[in-house]
């Protein structure tokens, strides 16, 4: 098997070996993959951190040996807080990253970031301080950036860059962490789940103080919740149907 890592700000990685096919989720500075398979000028990757799959162009890969991808694996992540940095390569040239890239890549990718001071251990109420830097950002199926993103690539890029690993797709992450009973249960960062007709779960978003939630909705929003589930002031009428609320910090 051979591996990779995310060399350049951000990548699209699609579920067809084609640029037309669909972008499921992106790639970020610093994400490592394993490659599973190569079909002319795609590769078929799944990404370390949360196991999804899907295909990445052949010029946008950069391989790494197994054993750096084990060592790199190995080593404490140190994500980007800032909407958008900026990195030195070995010719000097600068190129820009997004918040959430990792940049414990830089030694191994031999980049240069000028600012590598460490940060406090992240508790659970520095969640929506990070999750605020994403209001308005458009929403975008398959994004994890703050130029386009989805419900479930906000909240996972939200909680890894304090730390914590959620899986990709909202019906994933419904998964993960404990059951709530109850709103009045929960606290800020947690994450409510909607579902359709059918009991799929197909949003989440993140709750907030005072009954409101952050979520991605045409755009990175607040709106109001209830036990029913998020209400939209503008269309005076509830967009989304709760299904579930969890605490995943704890």
Known sequence: MEYGICHLGILPVRNENRHAGELVTQLIYGDAYKILETQKKWVRIRVADDGYEGWLHALQVHKISKSEFEAYQKLPNHFTSDLVNYLTNKEGLLFPIPIGSNLKANTLLEHQFEDQQKKAAPQKDDLVK????????????????????????????????????????ASEQATQGTTLSFIEESAPGDLAFFDNKEGTIIHVGMLLENHHIIHAHGHVRIDRIDQTGIYNAEQQTHSHKLRLIKNIWD
């Open 130 to 169: 990070t999750a605020y830097l994403y209001l308005n950002t458009p929403y975008l199926w398959g994004g994890k950036t703050p130029f386009g993103i989805d419900c479930s690539g906000l909240v996972q890029m939200v909680y890894k860059i304090n730390g914590r690993q959620l899986l990709r797709d």
